[in-house]
């Protein structure tokens, strides 16, 4: 496959076509099974069809991931929790749970609105892997 070149498809056969331990992150932000309308998604997918949706792509993410590779999920309330524990049942190691709080929000008829998103970072080795926090930190006014 080419590098640096966007597919279209079912993300996990896509993936099966990659070498193992090529990659060096992932950047996931799947449908969070909260009943959108996507072209051809089923977005309403039954609890037990879309957690095991979920293991079977983040099992071929470990796959693909290099030794000091990292993964980061965007993902809703709903579903955080699980894929939390898919992660570290896989054998992925917790570096961060972060709040992506944004002011747009999402209108809700019969609960609060959505106002942010939950990303899971997760690395294949808990002691090895790249970090590059130097590209992405502010100082702080203190």
């Given at each position: 496959?080419?590098?640096?070149k966007?597919?279209l498809?079912d ?5 099966r076509g990659l070498?193992d331990k090529?990659?060096d992150?992932v950047f996931?932000?799947?449908p ?14 039954p ?14 993410t470990y ?5 000091n590779?990292?993964?980061y999920i965007?993902?809703g ?6 894929i ?10 917790f ?9 747009f ?7 609060f ?9 997760f690395?294949k ?9 130097e590209?992405?930190?502010?100082p702080?006014?203190r």
């Amino acid at each position: 496959m080419e590098v640096n070149k966007v597919y279209l498809g079912d993300c996990i056969e896509i993936m099966r076509g990659l070498p193992d331990k090529s990659i060096d992150l992932v950047f996931a932000d799947t449908p969070f099974n909260i009943g959108i309308k996507y072209d051809v998604h089923n977005d309403n997918m039954p609890y037990e069809e879309y957690y095991n949706w979920s293991e079977k792509w983040i099992k071929e993410t470990y796959r693909l991931l290099k030794n000091n590779g990292a993964i980061y999920i965007a993902i809703g309330d709903e579903f955080a929790a699980e894929i939390n524990v898919i992660l570290k049942r896989i054998g992925f190691y917790f570096r961060n749970w972060i709040i992506w709080y944004y002011t747009f929000g999402q209108n809700q008829r019969k609960k609060f609105n959505r106002a942010h998103t939950h990303i899971l970072y997760f690395t294949k080795d808990k002691e090895r892997f790249i970090f590059n926090d130097e590209d992405i930190r502010v100082p702080s006014a203190r």
